[in-house]
């Protein structure tokens, strides 16, 4: 689905490149996760496969094909859900569709169809201030399915919610993939979430970075939350604790 060749990048304001020759692929359907300390280059990753920012070197591919021949290939789902506070829930969803031009009538009934499918269809005709968080995030998942693309980037969506609700919205987005048979890439800090959620989890330990470190998580699907508490699983989360230490105890 996704292939990254030997991608070289870095900021004009930065003195050293943030990666270097890096090379991975995401498959099709798959849900991986990216953690690594702040500033590391999550979010890097994630502009150079929307095309917001490009490559000194290397490519980057979707389904075989250079994304700079593409478009409508990726969609984003940022940390805060960015719902238009004047729009009606249902007008908030409508609006990859208003830019894509599609007729009104088709967008209501796809719209309503996609809160039906998070359960928030009777929210259709209330305002954002009227929801919490957490249904603010189904509703921010709801507009980015209806992109019409196949690869979702999701950066810690559910950072700012609070436990239980955050808890919630992980079992809640691994149903919504399981039935979409969407591509998710998943950034996070958070371990565990990371561990819960992904089939494989990619790990950045150094600045400049040429590669990811990838763990293959050995939980099959669909998941418990009690899995987490298995002997070989809590040591995978703090392998991977480690590894996020490990940089600044050097």
């Not at 021949?69 to 859900?81: G, R, V």
């Not at 719209?111 to 928030?120: H, I, N, P």
């Not at 209330?126 to 992109?147: H, I, Y």
Request: net charge negative; aromatic share 8%; glycine share 6%.
């Amino acid at each position: 689905m996704l292939e990254f060749r030997d991608v070289s990048f870095k900021y004009e304001e930065d003195e050293e490149p943030m990666m270097t020759d890096l090379s991975f692929h995401v498959e099709d359907g798959e849900f991986v996760s990216v953690i690594g300390a702040s500033g590391c280059g999550k979010s890097t990753i994630f502009r150079l496969i929307n095309g917001l920012e490009k490559p000194q070197k290397g490519g980057i591919f979707v389904n075989g094909r250079s994304i700079s021949e593409q478009k409508n290939y990726s969609a984003f789902m940022p940390q805060k859900d960015l719902l238009l506070p004047w729009r009606t829930i249902e007008k908030n969803v409508c609006l990859p569709m208003e830019i894509m031009r599609v007729p009104e009538d088709e967008r209501r009934k796809a719209a309503r169809a996609a809160l039906e499918q998070v359960g928030l269809l009777d929210y259709a005709e209330k305002f954002p201030k009227d929801l919490s968080g957490g249904m603010k995030q189904r509703v921010a998942f709801a507009r980015t399915l209806l992109s019409g693309a196949d690869m979702l980037l999701l950066d810690e969506p559910f950072s700012a919610l609070d436990y239980l609700t955050r808890v919630d919205m992980q079992e809640w987005l691994l149903s919504q993939w399981q039935d979409s048979g969407k591509t998710i890439i998943f950034i996070t800090h958070d371990v565990e979430e990371a561990v819960f959620l992904s089939k494989r989890i990619f790990v950045i330990q150094d600045r400049p970075f040429s590669k990811m470190e990838e763990t293959i998580v050995p939980m099959d699907y669909p998941r418990k939350r009690e899995e987490l508490k298995r002997p070989d699983i809590a040591d995978l989360k703090e392998r991977l604790i480690s590894k996020l230490r490990r940089k600044d105890g050097e």
